[in-house]
């Protein structure tokens, strides 16, 4: 089993530290700043080996300059911008980065993006900025329907896959899913637990596949309620799973 560690950057980011409990290698996912990267590799005494990124926005790749060298390769999103890349990848691509001895699955997640990906591996998913804890994100660059179906795809997933996402927005996107499902009993006691969390300083992540089927409004298309509720809202009835998150994605941007 993989040690994932937090290792928070920038006013709200999560860069990822990832390591085998028998190696000193180790890799980061998504990492927004170098010099708290570096400081956490130092901290533990580990080397590091390779650097994984979802997407290209600055907040998730300013951090590589500071850290790479020729050795060490950067994999990312094919047809990409971002800086020092060396391992494009696309949508079924299978890697065994820097010593882990875990193969991740490569799965395309546009919409916040249109070049995002995420890694699946050892029960573990890395989100980016795709699927948050209680939410999506925002929709930048891509379209409901496809953002709908990853989604769809995603929620597939065994219900246990825990799910590290790239900001503690849990506490916001718990507010609006309470807006959307007032009577979800579920997610009324995950945002009691996640209140506690935060105001004690905790982190909110990982949070599980099932967890997000349980109480994330965006990955709740096919709820009585949630389509109720948003048919209440545009004001008419919803056409389908993708109308249902267009309706809930245009909501939240304005909530």
């Not at 060396?86 to 699955?105: A, C, M, N």
């Not at 009835?237 to 998150?245: K, M, N, Q």
Request: with cysteine.
């Amino acid at each position: 089993m993989l040690e994932i560690t937090p290792i928070p950057v920038l006013s709200d980011n999560y860069t990822w530290l990832v390591h085998h409990p028998q190696s000193t290698a180790a890799v980061v996912v998504d990492p927004g700043e170098a010099a708290p990267v570096a400081h956490a590799l130092e901290s533990l005494g580990l080397t590091l080996s390779a650097i994984l990124i979802t997407h290209h926005h600055g907040d998730h790749v300013a951090g590589i300059a500071g850290l790479r060298d020729d050795a060490i390769p950067v994999y990312g999103p094919a047809d990409s911008d971002i800086p020092h890349l060396t391992q494009p990848l696309k949508h079924g691509d299978r890697i065994t980065p820097g010593g882990l001895g875990v193969e991740f699955e490569v799965i395309a997640v546009p919409g916040h993006t249109l070049d995002h990906i995420a890694y699946l591996g050892d029960g573990s998913l890395f989100a980016g900025d795709a699927l948050f804890a209680g939410g999506c994100g925002r929709m930048f660059e891509g379209t409901p329907a496809p953002m709908q179906g990853y989604l769809a795809k995603l929620r597939a997933l065994p219900p246990a896959t825990q799910v590290y996402c790239g900001h503690e927005y849990t506490q916001a996107n718990l507010a609006f899913a309470q807006a959307v499902e007032p009577e979800n009993t579920a997610l009324q006691a995950r945002a009691e637990r996640v209140h506690e969390q935060r105001q004690r300083g905790a982190i909110t992540l990982p949070s599980t596949i099932g967890e997000e089927r349980a109480t994330n409004p965006f990955m709740r298309w096919d709820s009585d309620a949630v389509r109720r509720h948003a048919g209440e809202h545009a004001g008419r009835t919803p056409e389908g799973p993708a109308d249902v998150f267009a309706i809930l994605r245009d909501w939240k941007d304005h909530f």
